[in-house]
């Protein structure tokens, strides 16, 4: 793939942060980059713009733990919007779930159906052949460690568990003592 169409967008915070994120049990990095090669080889073939499509490929689940299956694209399309993309990238990214959401309007869109359905196997088949080596394991312990979302779920599951220990283990003396 050529990665000067996006050189910027893969430079950008919002983009980088995402190596530390969690999708699809893999870094969500891997994931946008998959569906960003997937568009790049795909656009052509569609008749779809390759610079626009990749550029929607790289932003396409940016937020997608805000919204849910049908919603997620229409906020990763208004962070694309956001970061200053035009009209047709958002219009690509929002589509980017049929048929769990909008119908594409757009060969871009089209484009990115395709691509992020191919992603998700790939994620897939990574995560399971990584299974047999603890690889997947290990990196999806660091990543919920590392991204916000999980790390706070995370700590409230530890502080639910900690309060039900106590709660018990005073219940149990308070037991003894009567
Ligand atoms: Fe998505
Ligand atoms: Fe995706």
Redesign the pocket.
């Known amino acids: 793939m050529d990665h000067s169409v996006v050189a910027d967008l893969l430079a950008h915070p919002r983009v980088t942060e995402t190596r530390q994120h969690l999708?699809h049990s893999v870094p969500k990095h891997d994931?946008?980059m998959r569906?960003a090669r997937y568009s790049y080889l795909l656009a052509p073939w569609m008749g779809a713009d390759r610079r626009i499509a990749v550029r929607a490929a790289v932003l396409?689940?940016l937020d997608?733990r805000l919204g849910t299956l049908t919603t997620h694209g229409a906020i990763a399309a208004r962070v694309a919007a956001e970061l200053g993309e035009p009209q047709e990238v958002s219009e690509a990214i929002v589509s980017?779930m049929y048929p769990f959401g909008p119908r594409p309007t757009t060969r871009e869109g089209w484009v990115l159906v395709v691509a992020?359905k191919m992603?998700?196997l790939s994620d897939l088949s990574s995560f399971v052949g990584g299974l047999l080596t603890g690889r997947s394991l290990r990196v999806r312990k660091q990543l919920c460690a590392s991204d916000p979302f999980y790390a706070s779920r995370v700590a409230r599951r530890r502080r639910r568990m900690l309060i039900g220990r106590l709660w018990r283990s005073r219940g149990r003396a308070g037991l003894a003592a009567s």
């Open positions: 999708h994931h946008l569906v396409h689940d997608s980017h992020d992603a998700s």
